[in-house]
């Protein structure tokens, strides 16, 4: 089957107001602001361009799981994977999915698209 792009979809910036206004210093600040609802990448070998490290370091494993062929049980299609943003004051939920492109040396990343572009 060999290795595949996966392309990474932002479904949701959550908006964890009480949660910011009771805990963030500085308190209120509103959703993540690096990304917008829609926005996509394409995920090669390496963290896409304009994609928070941060965030890839928290879905890096379920990207590398759609890239080799895997599934989760509970997620339709097959060949895709929901991820989320480990910062709980402004959770962003990724949809991760595999493409028929395959993974080459030297491949590195890429944007696809903006949201509203």
Known sequence: ????KAQI???KCMDN???QEEHRIG???GPCDAFEVGQQF???WDVPEGFCAFAYAAIHRDILMIQAGGSLEAVEPEHTAI?????ALCPVVFKI???EENLREGDGHGKTEDHGS
């Open 1 to 4: 089957m060999g290795w595949k």
């Open 9 to 11: 979809t932002v479904l």
């Open 17 to 19: 107001r009480r949660i």
């Open 27 to 29: 308190g209120y600040s």
């Open 42 to 44: 394409v995920a090669g």
């Open 83 to 87: 991820g989320c943003c480990q910062d």
């Open 97 to 99: 999915e595999r493409l």
